[in-house]
């Protein structure tokens, strides 16, 4: 589907619930002793995935009326195909948990997801005797059951890794250590899945994993908290556009998502950003220039790049390096938007150059990535120009709804391709 989108925005607007919170909550429920129920407002195709990848593997999962209802795994399906979709954390995460209940399982996947980096884990399991097929394609099998031992992870590739064993080795019984060396890249990832895990009973103590624990479902329901990922997208809209946009449903102060720090980024940059328990709102700000470092926030890049084409002079984005094995090359991506654009933009292996300017309609194609497309939306808004989008519905992979809250914000979006 093409979409050509133009428009101020302004008003409020809640955002989609955590894909990253809810994939790490819906593995610990359905690795639990008992029934448990999820509060997760909408969902979207990559929590999907890990659902269906868990019923797959014995849990009974299903999404009534805003809420995961989840059966645990009692029973390990031997022999599973695992469809993940296009989804890299259902992947990572659930290898080594697969392997972990012996399932002997088979992955899929669509899109980049094959062509997606998996070691060190790959190497580390199969060097702790679990077979699998050729790493790089799909169908990919795996055989054996995952030992409790010493695990070495590069954590400079993908946290997704750490956090795969993180939530497998538990199920061992036994002690087993992860030992991480280089950089953590995205850390906050890494604390969100050891929040998960505290939830649900399991301690961790320095990347140790004492014997002898189990998943306990905590009493009453539990809840996705809203995605700082999608909010990142309005309140750059709001901060760098002609009105105020308020995001309702997420909590600046306690989260421990990552991405909360766009607030800071755009704050150190000039924007008025206000906060409180349960709302941002950004308004119309002078945006100056700045360095980024991009390590621990990836997924940000693409919006901060819209910010930095409003803003005066020069913004340079450091460590952007794995950004081009995410669902498409987003360097190119970003490059390629900005440039169709009439805005100046150039990249090296690992930085990424973005100076402010005015802009030009132009038709974009986000190669399938979501926040690729959110951006280009982002920044026909604010650049008040029309962007033609191709394959707009890409954004169902984290965000199903985000170009009706673009028109509920005032936003217009005109169809031109079914």
């Not at 805003?66 to 022999?79: A, C, L």
């Not at 077979?131 to 790089?136: A, F, K, R, T, V």
Request: net charge neutral; with cysteine; proline share 5%.
């Amino acid at each position: 589907m093409k979409l050509e989108v133009t428009g101020t925005l302004s008003g409020n607007v809640q955002v989609p619930p955590s894909k990253s919170v809810a994939h790490r909550m819906l593995i610990c429920a359905a690795l639990a002793d008992k029934p448990c129920t999820i509060v997760c407002r909408s969902i979207n195709r990559d929590m999907e995935a890990t659902a269906s990848c868990l019923n797959a593997l014995g849990a009974d999962i299903r999404y009534i009326d805003g809420k995961f209802s989840v059966t645990p795994i009692s029973k390990v399906n031997k022999d599973a195909t695992l469809d993940c979709g296009e989804s890299g954390s259902t992947l990572r995460f659930l290898l080594p948990v697969a392997a972990a209940l012996g399932a002997d399982a088979t992955f899929m996947g669509q899109g980049r997801l094959p062509e997606r980096p998996l070691s060190p884990l790959y190497d580390e399991m199969t060097a702790h005797g679990i077979s699998m097929s050729e790493n790089g394609r799909m169908p990919l099998t795996c055989h054996g059951t995952l030992p409790a031992g010493l695990y070495t992870i590069d954590g400079s590739v993908s946290s997704q890794f750490i956090s795969g064993l993180l939530m497998a080795l538990p199920l061992t019984g036994k002690e087993s250590r992860i030992v991480i060396t280089g950089k953590k890249e995205s850390e906050s990832y890494i604390n969100l899945t050891l929040n998960a895990l505290a939830a649900f009973g399991v301690k961790v103590n320095d990347f140790i994993i004492p014997a002898g624990q189990r998943y306990t479902t905590p009493s009453g329901q539990v809840a996705v908290e809203g995605d700082w990922s999608g909010a990142a997208f309005w309140i750059t809209a709001g901060a760098i556009g002609g009105k105020a946009i308020t995001c309702t449903g997420i909590d600046y102060a306690h989260s421990a998502q990552g991405d909360r720090r766009i607030v800071d980024v755009l704050r150190r940059m000039g924007a008025d950003i206000t906060t409180s328990d349960s709302t941002v709102t950004a308004r119309p700000s002078s945006l100056t220039a700045t360095q980024i470092d991009c390590a621990d926030i990836p997924d940000l890049v693409p919006i901060m790049a819209i910010a930095a084409s409003s803003a005066q002079g020069t913004t340079v984005f450091d460590n952007i390096r794995r950004l081009r094995i995410k669902e498409s090359d987003r360097i190119q991506s970003i490059l390629q938007l900005l440039s169709g654009a009439g805005i100046s933009a150039y990249a090296s292996d690992n930085t990424l150059t973005v100076t402010g300017g005015p802009a030009r309609n132009c038709a974009y194609d986000p190669s399938g990535d979501h926040r690729m497309a959110m951006a280009a939306a982002v920044l026909a808004s604010a650049k008040n120009i029309r962007i033609a989008i191709s394959d707009a519905e890409c954004t169902a992979k984290s965000y199903p709804a985000f170009f009706d809250d673009f028109n509920a914000l005032g936003g217009v979006v005109n169809t031109i391709e079914n």
